[in-house]
């Protein structure tokens, strides 16, 4: 049989539970395709970037805290997308935060990170031909820059050694392109 069958819930009602600086909480009923109500919960997210920073065929990862699950990660720098901010100027904002450095930014890829209770959309850059450009980091956060062969970076991201699915997708995104 060649009928579609048609998956989407449609919202009949919504409220909001929490409205946070970075994120909102949302339980809407909807609509199931067999005609059925059922609740669901989601995470409203302006969307955010990632940037594969290369110097010298090195990645640049910053180590931090990660509050949510209670441990340092080395990641690729990240960032959330400001209201009226595009992605790429997001890239080039974070960058220069977070490893003090600014250089040609490629979009490689977008991708709904968790897309089960979320509508969190992120864009990964590229960035080459770095150049020394600081910006002062926000005030709560506490990064410290790390530079690893790059190499290196990809077979740890082949052999899951990286906790982090930005860095082991944009690592891997990238693969093909240096």
């Not at 594969?52 to 340092?72: H, S, T």
């Not at 969190?120 to 960035?127: G, N, Q, R």
Request: hydrophobic share 40%.
């Amino acid at each position: 049989m060649n009928d579609k069958l048609k998956l989407s819930e449609t919202r009949i009602r919504g409220e909001v539970l929490f409205e946070g600086r970075m994120l909102r909480l949302e339980r809407d009923i909807v609509r199931l395709p067999n005609g059925a109500e059922a609740s669901r919960e989601v995470i409203r997210h302006p969307g955010a970037v990632a940037i594969i920073a290369l110097q010298d065929q090195e990645v640049l990862l910053v180590r931090q805290y990660r509050y949510a699950i209670g441990r340092e990660t080395l990641e690729i720098p990240a960032g959330k997308i400001d209201p009226q901010e595009s992605p790429l100027s997001c890239a080039v904002r974070e960058l220069r935060e977070e490893t003090g450095y600014s250089g040609v930014m490629e979009l490689i890829g977008t991708f709904y990170t968790t897309p089960g209770f979320t509508d969190e959309v992120m864009h990964i850059f590229l960035a080459r031909d770095l150049v020394w450009d600081p910006l002062e980091t926000d005030d709560d956060e506490f990064l410290a820059v790390e530079k690893i062969p790059w190499n290196e970076a990809l077979r740890r991201a082949q052999q899951n050694e990286f906790i982090d699915a930005k860095t082991i997708l944009g690592i891997l995104l990238v693969q093909g392109k240096i």
